[in-house]
């Protein structure tokens, strides 16, 4: 991993690239997410219901290839949604995967 593309995939975005939390179509939380770091805090936030929603349709991995380009983040994920978690195992789950990588992200080469 590159300074560059760690900069890249810790960058805020902009509103359009921001991932937005739903629990259902067109049912909206009022929750977004416009950096992995915010990603990460609304993880712990946002219902429970949300987060089911998003990982069986694939939502996460998508944002995570192709706004954020984190194939190894989008491969984790990938492989939680295989072991099929719910409610809070999925938040927790969900959590620790996400914030070890903020952190790898983060630490200086």
């Given amino acids: 991993m590159t300074p560059s593309s760690s900069a890249r995939i810790l960058r805020t975005l902009s509103r ?3 991932f937005y939390f739903f629990t259902s179509v ?3 939380t ?3 997410a416009m950096s992995l770091e915010e990603f990460a805090n609304k993880i712990r936030e946002v219902e429970t219901a949300s987060l089911e929603f998003h990982l069986y349709r694939e939502d ?6 192709e706004v ?3 194939s190894e983040l989008t491969e984790k994920i990938s ?3 295989n ?9 927790d789950q969900l959590y620790v995967i996400v ?8 630490k200086p080469e």
């Fill in 16 to 18: 359009e690239n921001a």
């Fill in 83 to 91: 072991l099929e978690p719910v409610r809070s195992a999925l938040r």
């Fill in 26 to 28: 067109g049912n909206y």
């Fill in 68 to 70: 954020l380009e984190d």
């Fill in 99 to 106: 914030s070890k990588r903020l952190e790898e992200l983060k």
């Fill in 30 to 32: 009022g929750q977004s």
């Fill in 60 to 65: 996460f991995e998508k944002w995570t290839a």
């Fill in 79 to 81: 492989d939680l949604k």
